[in-house]
């Protein structure tokens, strides 16, 4: 299973998600441009020393992700998805799609995937922190598919 985050704005975020990734045993893709130099601090301090264990790969573009990833269920992950995160039946093999802080997926990108799954919200709220969203929703599809580390 892959988390992928698309064009990432904030280093926080992405830091946490390289240490989620490597705790959880989980790729983690990132397609650019991202929204830092990825010799950033916080994107450090974040990651701490997470990143030597973490399987990060680097992609120039959507259209290249896709290419590569050729195959595999493109699964968004939206704050207003017709169907919630625990309704889903994952894959092993699922690519988990993670939007841009401030705008989340473009509708092409969003278009372009297989399937959509939100996380339920109570009315009136717009959305979670980017890392919280990945995390819940990355495991419940690695629970689901039995992918979960095995060790406490």
Known sequence: MHLVLFQPEIP??????????????MALDVIEPCGFLL????????????????????FPSWQVFCEVRQGLRRVAV???APQTYTEF???????????????????????????SVAIPMMPGTRSLNL??????????????TNGLPLTI
Do not use: W
Request: proline content about 4%.
């Open 131 to 144: 890392s919280l969203s990945a995390a819940i929703v990355a495991t419940e599809a690695l629970r689901q």
């Open 12 to 25: 926080h975020n992405m830091g946490a998600l390289v240490r989620f990734a490597a705790c959880m045993g």
């Open 39 to 58: 010799t950033d601090k916080h994107l450090k301090r974040a990651s701490m020393d997470y990143r030597e264990f973490a399987n990060v790969r680097h």
């Open 78 to 80: 939206r704050p207003r």
């Open 89 to 115: 039946s994952f894959e092993a093999s699922d690519l988990l799609i993670m939007g841009r802080e401030s705008s989340g997926l473009p509708p092409e990108i969003v278009a372009d995937c297989h399937a």
